[in-house]
């Protein structure tokens, strides 16, 4: 998918990259703002190919509004697109009376961390004896909220692929512990919500036949997908690596690492995957390498641990817009941060370093984390 620039269209030398996106609940704003700021660089001097697309959970719903925009109106549809939808979760939980309204900016509990909130500990405690399943009130949160944001006419002109990136969203099979990647011409509601599903929230959703829980938990995000369509990977990641405080010593700050580690691990695979085959190939030398059917792959990586870390488990289920806002305002910046110092390597080389980047977030070369 080529993104227009100001010139009125890009030209052939312009980047060809892929964007991974991480989920992570409400933190899926921060993608947001991410996503904003790359997406409104295009018309400013930094001009990119988008080819394809993943993601998982929040980070799948980001991957299609982002994908269906660019398919159905260019860059700033994309934009429109993610703005309206996440403008519609905070109206949808306050309008449903999310427990979590009211405790999700600094104050009492913790600062940003609301993990210690009345309304949080309540909702934990009848999570110990209730389901959505034996829930008299259940309804179905995520899908009017979908399709408000994402209309079938875009639907249908992302699943024809008419000059839009490809997409590929995870979700895990509950019947047979698989991971299940779809994408066009298949991509729906249903898709997107249950790539969304944690099962302690939502029920079941079942695609032909087949039921679906979070696709997080075995590919967040899905790297093997993109690699076909371009050697440049963009991961954008809402979950921390590296947290200074560790180990955690209290019941809440477990709950939240084993959360962080766990939504961590596919993808930490993936990519010591994909670098093991980078070795190989620089290994047997240049001549050797182009013959491969295997290309190397370039790592690019927006993060921001520290910032992130301040957030808490809990804060992933709020929905209140200052909460949103504050993500996505920080998302932008550190867009900004990393587009002012890696743009220049889209295309040419890695700007992140696997072997130590993952480690340190303080690697502003590789991360484009903002820091103080």
Not at 34 to 42: G, I
Not at 51 to 68: K, Q
Request: charged share 20%; net charge negative; proline share 6%.
């Amino acid at each position: 998918m080529a993104i227009e620039a100001s010139t009125g269209g890009v030209q052939q030398s312009d980047p060809k990259v892929a964007l991974a996106l991480q989920g992570g609940g409400s933190h899926g704003a921060f993608t947001w703002g991410v996503l904003d700021r790359l997406l409104e660089s295009t018309s400013q001097g930094t001009p990119f190919r988008v080819e394809a697309i993943s993601g998982a959970s929040a980070g799948g719903i980001n991957a299609a509004l982002c994908a269906a925009g660019l398919a159905s109106g260019g860059a700033a549809k994309a934009r429109e697109r993610l703005r309206t939808f996440w403008e519609a979760v905070s109206h949808a939980g306050e309008q449903a009376g999310n427990a979590l309204f009211g405790f999700s900016e600094p104050g009492p509990f913790g600062g940003w961390n609301i993990d210690w909130s009345p309304g949080a500990i309540f909702s934990e405690i009848v999570g110990l004896v209730a389901s959505p399943y034996n829930n008299p009130f259940y309804r179905d949160p995520l899908g009017p909220v979908v399709r408000s944001a994402l209309p079938e006419s875009d639907l249908s002109t992302l699943n024809a692929k008419r000059g839009g990136p490809r997409l590929f969203v995870c979700a895990t099979n509950v019947r047979t512990d698989e991971r299940i990647i779809f994408t066009q011409p298949e991509i729906s509601v249903d898709v997107l919500r249950a790539s969304a599903c944690l099962p302690g929230e939502f029920r079941t959703v079942n695609v032909h036949g087949e039921p679906y829980w979070d696709g997080g938990y075995l590919g967040n995000p899905p790297l093997a997908p993109l690699i076909a369509h371009a050697q440049d990977l963009i991961l954008i990641l809402v979950n921390p690596f590296v947290r200074h405080d560790m180990p955690p010593r209290n019941a809440r700050g477990i709950l939240n690492r084993l959360n962080e580690i766990g939504f961590n691990a596919s993808v930490v695979l993936e990519i010591n995957a994909i670098e093991a085959v980078n070795r190989v190939l620089d290994s047997v030398g240049e001549e050797a390498a182009s013959k491969s059917r295997f290309k190397t792959v370039r790592f690019h990586l927006i993060r921001d641990d520290d910032f992130l870390a301040q957030f808490g488990f809990v804060s992933k289920s709020s929905t209140s817009w200052s909460l949103l806002k504050t993500l996505f305002d920080r998302g932008r910046e550190v867009a900004q941060v990393w587009l002012t110092e890696n743009y220049a390597n889209l295309g040419k080389v890695s700007s992140l370093d696997v072997k130590d980047a993952l480690l340190d977030p303080t690697l502003k070369r590789v991360s484009g984390t903002h820091t103080q």
